[in-house]
Nanobody, 129 residues
Framework: EVQLQASGGGFVQAGGSLKLSCAASGFTFDDHAVGWFRQAPGKEREGVSCISGRDGTTYYTDSVKGRFTVSANSAKNTVFLQIDSLNPEDTAVYYC??????????????????????WGRGTQVTVSS
């Protein structure tokens, strides 16, 4: 059974940091990319980062570059999202999801959400000002 589970969210003050984890199982990590999305209340789901399970290629949307770092422990099928310098605009539910690695390669950026075939349960990040 293919499963994804995001964790590590919480309530932090602006300027703080969090490290989110995405535990994955039931699929071949090397054949997939793991994307991180977030959805704030009243807003559309936004893709913020993605990492290839094959070669570690990463992508960040402009609004998070320099503050978000995605990494993977392929041996444990776990992907991390380190979030630094948090600001209230980062408040959202964060999700991880998987897509075929060739799809990620073809787009060169995080593919649209509808390309991702499996989503984990999100984790809430709340940043106070």
């Amino acid at each position: 059974e293919v499963q994804l589970q995001a964790s590590g969210g919480g309530f932090v003050q602006a300027g703080g940091s969090l490290k989110l984890s995405c535990a994955a199982s039931g699929f071949t990590f090397d054949d997939h990319a793991v994307g991180w999305f977030r959805q704030a209340p009243g807003k559309e789901r936004e893709g913020v980062s993605c990492i290839s399970g094959r070669d570690g290629t990463t992508y960040y949307t402009d609004s998070v570059k320099g503050r978000f770092t995605v990494s993977a422990n392929s041996a444990k099928n776990t992907v991390f999202l380190q979030i630094d310098s948090l600001n209230p605009e980062d408040t959202a539910v964060y999700y991880c999801a998987i897509v075929g690695v060739t799809t990620f390669q073809a787009f060169g950026v995080i593919p649209p959400a509808n390309y991702f075939g499996l989503w984990g349960r999100g984790t809430q990040v709340t940043v106070s000002s």
